[in-house]
């Protein structure tokens, strides 16, 4: 009988991620992936991969106290497996945090050859700009499949990369102003960069912000757009601010909504011009009551081109939403899905989704 060891790194990956809750603060996924690094660190007979991909679990954000003990501890070991993190945050704006302090720490990484997969860059300010040294930016993008900017990024203006990035995923919040230079052009800096997440919690894009995202839709085939969870109504300056990125978006298969109210969704839909594989929907902002039929909005978005060939549809509520389709609106639905040749989805999730 195999052991877990001995599996195939693409099927311990796949259990490693359907085992922790994908928000790295949940306190469910945030047991888990404890119990998981205590198994990797003590359990000295497991052999890579298992051991460097269980060990690779590691979340570090520069305001958490576990940041300098990790510095330290780091520069004072060899360990292999301190050199593997799953995300690492960069946090900008706090008082007690200098940027030379931080560009001190991010060297100790740089020089023991750290590898990340995931790196996010976060102001607690509004105004708040991330400086990068030069000398570490290469480094810290260089792997990164996934790349969060929710502040600025000051970098000298014509530093080139090394190499071609990685990247995959890019997360993006409307408090950005402009996307960094860095990346430009898309199509050969970032040749792998398929999957766009759009925070718009905040308000809507700026011009200079929506030019950019205009430049790289083409290219987009995976998008995901976060809404403000109080937004109900017509669309508002936030939802039409994406019309233009929306027209742009010629190649986009999967569609994923936060906090939609129906006439958002229908809005949105309406400016795809690619026809969708998968549309999953997360907490519908409906304010109907139990015996409430499937609202207007969300029956004639069925009818869109966009839709024509829409294979499944996932629509579902976190445990702390108020809101969500009525009794008789949600087999309405089901049943328009059905008759359409879609699958209607729920929550939940099976091995091969």
């Given at each position: 009988?195999?052991?877990?060891?001995?599996?195939?790194?693409?099927?311990?990956?796949?259990?490693?991620?359907?085992?922790?809750?994908?928000?790295?603060?949940?306190?469910?996924?945030?047991?888990?992936?404890?119990?998981?690094?205590?198994?990797?660190?003590?359990?000295?007979?497991?052999?890579?991969?298992?051991?460097?991909?269980?060990?690779?679990?590691?979340?570090?954000?520069?305001?958490?106290?576990?940041?300098?003990?990790?510095?330290?501890?780091?520069?004072?070991?060899?360990?292999?497996?301190?050199?593997?993190?799953?995300?690492?945050?960069?946090?900008?704006?706090?008082?007690?945090?200098?940027?030379?302090?931080?560009?001190?720490?991010?060297?100790?990484?740089?020089?023991?050859?750290?590898?990340?997969?995931?790196?996010?860059?976060?102001?607690?300010?509004?105004?708040?700009?991330?400086?990068?040294?030069?000398?570490?930016?290469?480094?810290?993008?260089?792997?990164?499949?996934?790349?969060?900017?929710?502040?600025?990024?000051?970098?000298?203006?014509?530093?080139?990369?090394?190499?071609?990035?990685?990247?995959?995923?890019?997360?993006?919040?409307?408090?950005?102003?402009?996307?960094?230079?860095?990346?430009?052009?898309?199509?050969?800096?970032?040749?792998?960069?398929t999957r766009l997440e759009l925070d718009c919690s905040t308000g809507p894009f700026s011009p200079a912000l929506n030019a950019s995202l205009h430049e790289l839709a083409?290219?987009?085939?995976?998008?995901?757009?976060?809404?403000?969870?109080?937004?109900?109504?017509?669309?508002?300056?936030?939802?039409?601010?994406?019309?233009?990125?929306?027209?742009?978006?010629?190649?986009?298969?999967?569609?994923?909504?936060?906090?939609?109210?129906?006439?958002?969704?229908?809005?949105?839909?309406?400016?795809?011009?690619?026809?969708?594989?998968?549309?999953?929907?997360?907490?519908?902002?409906?304010?109907?009551?139990?015996?409430?039929?499937?609202?207007?909005?969300?029956?004639?978005?069925?009818?869109?081109?966009?839709?024509?060939?829409?294979?499944?549809?996932?629509?579902?509520?976190?445990?702390?939403?108020?809101?969500?389709?009525?009794?008789?609106?949600?087999?309405?639905?089901?049943?328009?899905?059905?008759?359409?040749?879609?699958?209607?989805?729920?929550?939940?999730?099976?091995?091969?989704?």
């Open positions: 009988m195999a052991v877990i060891q001995d599996l195939p790194p693409e099927l311990l990956i796949r259990i490693l991620e359907l085992s922790i809750d994908p928000r790295p603060y949940a306190s469910s996924g945030r047991e888990t992936r404890k119990t998981l690094i205590r198994t990797a660190l003590v359990a000295r007979c497991w052999r890579a991969p298992s051991q460097s991909l269980l060990s690779s679990l590691l979340h570090l954000d520069s305001m958490n106290p576990r940041w300098v003990r990790y510095n330290d501890v780091l520069s004072k070991s060899n360990e292999q497996h301190l050199r593997r993190m799953k995300r690492l945050e960069l946090v900008v704006g706090r008082q007690d945090t200098s940027e030379s302090a931080l560009a001190d720490q991010l060297a100790i990484l740089k020089q023991k050859g750290v590898v990340l997969q995931e790196l996010s860059f976060v102001s607690v300010s509004l105004r708040g700009t991330f400086r990068v040294p030069n000398g570490s930016l290469g480094w810290l993008v260089q792997g990164v499949r996934l790349l969060k900017l929710d502040t600025s990024i000051q970098i000298d203006a014509d530093f080139p990369l090394p190499t071609t990035l990685l990247l995959d995923t890019l997360q993006i919040s409307s408090r950005l102003p402009e996307l960094p230079s860095f990346l430009f052009p898309f199509p050969t800096v970032a040749p792998r960069l083409p290219q987009i085939t995976d998008l995901r757009i976060r809404l403000a969870p109080n937004s109900y109504g017509r669309p508002d300056d936030t939802v039409s601010s994406l019309d233009s990125f929306l027209r742009a978006c010629t190649s986009v298969t999967t569609l994923r909504i936060e906090n939609p109210a129906p006439p958002h969704l229908k809005h949105i839909l309406s400016f795809l011009s690619h026809r969708l594989a998968l549309l999953e929907i997360s907490d519908l902002r409906t304010e109907g009551e139990l015996k409430d039929p499937m609202p207007n909005d969300l029956a004639e978005a069925l009818d869109l081109p966009c839709m024509a060939q829409l294979r499944r549809w996932r629509m579902a509520h976190s445990p702390y939403s108020r809101f969500s389709l009525s009794e008789r609106a949600e087999e309405e639905w089901r049943a328009a899905c059905r008759a359409r040749g879609i699958e209607p989805r729920g929550a939940e999730r099976f091995f091969t989704d």
